[in-house]
């Protein structure tokens, strides 16, 4: 399984960015698949996550802000952020789950400063 993250780079507050997560097969193979993310210092926190029954799931601090999403027919997962803070400033990782196995993408990295 490999998931590839893509979409990240240089946003000034308020701005908007959506990154793109290809997984190598369905993603409906997946009982879960997500967004998490990791600031310099602190643990990798969950953001935003989508069953494969189309039931989403997201963090308090960025709800209202960020939209997840998917396209089965491109087996793509997307994140869509808003309203970007500095806080938001992380390495952003896709990851996937199914009974017995986890899986995780390299990661991009998201800054957001004027």
């Known amino acids: 399984v490999q998931l590839v993250e893509s979409g990240g780079g240089l946003v000034q507050p308020g701005g908007s960015l959506r990154l793109s997560c290809a997984a190598s097969?369905?993603?409906?193979?997946?009982?879960?698949m997500g967004w998490y993310r990791q600031a310099p210092g602190k643990e990798r926190q969950l953001v935003a996550t989508?069953?494969?029954?189309?039931?989403?799931d997201y963090a308090e601090f960025v709800k209202g802000r960020f939209t997840i999403s998917r396209d089965a027919v491109k087996d793509m997962v997307y994140l869509r952020m808003d309203s970007l803070k500095a806080e938001d400033t992380a390495v952003y990782y896709c990851g996937a789950e199914r009974i017995g196995a986890g899986y995780w993408g390299q990661g991009t990295q998201v800054t957001v400063s004027p």
């Open positions: 989508i069953t494969s029954g189309g039931i989403t």
């Open positions: 097969g369905s993603i409906f193979s997946f009982d879960r």
